[in-house]
């Protein structure tokens, strides 16, 4: 019998309050852009993310603005002008923060292919998507994620030691000085720190680490005290104390063999595909008390496999060692709400479309392209539903600090949902339901991502 949760009605936002809510998103985040102009541009530019039909070159974007010298006056407002795009991803990233009411900050990786050498950051690199090496640019976006919608706020783009070395090289893209790192793990750390520091509320990191160097990663994020669920490779390293209770050697190996060994604490939990949510489905989670060789930080790995199959089809490492299995497996299924809503709303306000040079022009348009994306998404029925303009019974957040060790994740209430930040009976702590194990004791738990080429979808960019 699955668990079920006491529910709360919770009215979503009228058209009308969507409408409202997708006006003043725009214009609070434009309006810190110093000079009347330069609003105005940003007005044409989202517009023409939202309006024009194909690629969203500038060309195309100028034709659908209608005014003449367009072209020329939106190239440079994106790549020549001065303004600042940290402060308009803050806004974005608050107001946002309120109307979601995020379970998750998901990292995801964004591959743009390249026919050219003279965009910032290209490069040839293996993209195990596609099984070969692609001359591309790779970037990082961190998304704020809910069971119904999810959106990118911050970016990264990561530079080779070419980019980063070769002062010819900095100064055609315009490369800032401070800018010395382009390891994954830097990047995203930076990011994920940046990002708590515009008063969001914390939530737990989430991403698929197979194909990163997942040690470095972990060990920045465990430096930081950030919460967080990564999904793993089987061959990742782990050691195991429980397993040898005291007696003889910690008992250590990659981590799929080791999560074979927990096979008897498999427990259903019921979920929910973001992409098809009206079919439910089920998996069988286990968990198992590990840690990185070399560290005292206690992890937990999470096994989960489908009722059918006899090998493992998912792992996941996580800090957060008080969530149940239920919590966890939602807050991996906030990988897939990332995917499709790349696949089907960040891809189309042209996230991959950028054909400048420079490095502040393409974090001038990606900033703006998270703000048409969200604009897209208060348009949409689902997104409407998404909002959150206050349940019935409002149970206040507990948000996490950043910088220390959450002490919300050693003691959960109903499926640990409200230590993740989601009020226990509302609609997304429903959206995964864990069933009561019949025998042995209750312990922690555990979900996946579709892998493919979306990031491809439309082809190389040229430059």
Known sequence: MRATLPAEEAEPLPH??????????????????????????????????????????????????????????LHHFISCSTWDWAPLRAE???????????????????????????????GRRFVPQL?????????????????????????????????????????????????????????????VRETAGWGASAAPVVADAREEAVVPLLEALSGAGLPFLLRVGDDTGLLAPDLSAGRGPVVSGPAGRLVELARTQRRPVDWFDPAVPELPRTSLVALLPVRLPGTAARLSLVGVWSPDRREVAELWLTSLAGASRGVLLGLGRMLGRVDTDFTGTTLSVGALDFEGRSYR???????LVSLAHALRLLGTHR??????????????????????????????????????GVPPGSSEAENVGERPATTGPQTIDGPSRPRGGAAYRHGPRSA
């Not at 107001?95 to 910032?120: E, F, Q």
């Not at 783009?157 to 800018?179: H, K």
């Open 361 to 367: 022009g393409w974090h001038r348009h990606v900033t």
């Open 383 to 420: 997104g409407r539903d998404a909002l959150t303009p206050v349940p019935a019974k409002r149970v206040r957040r507990s948000p996490v600090r950043f910088g220390q060790r959450p002490e919300g994740a050693r003691a959960v209430s109903i499926c640990g949902c409200a230590a993740m």
């Open 131 to 191: 099984g070969q090496v692609v001359n591309s640019q790779q970037g990082y976006g961190l998304w704020l994620a809910s069971g119904a919608a999810s959106v990118p706020v911050n970016w990264r783009l990561s530079l080779s030691g070419d980019w980063l070395e070769d002062s010819e090289l900095r100064q055609r893209a315009a490369i800032p000085d401070s800018l010395d790192t382009g390891a994954p793990e830097q990047l995203v750390l930076d990011m």
């Open 92 to 122: 974005l990233t608050t107001r946002l923060d309120r109307l979601l009411a995020p379970r998750a900050w998901v990292l995801r990786p964004l591959v743009i292919p390249k026919t050219g050498r003279h965009s910032v950051g290209v």
């Open 16 to 73: 009308e309050g969507a409408a409202q809510a997708s006006r003043q998103l725009s214009a609070s985040v434009l309006a810190l852009l110093r000079r009347r102009d330069q609003r105005h541009k940003g007005e044409l530019y989202v517009n023409g993310l939202l309006s024009t039909p194909g690629r969203k070159t500038m060309r195309n974007l100028a034709a659908s603005t209608g005014e003449r010298s367009a072209e020329q006056s």
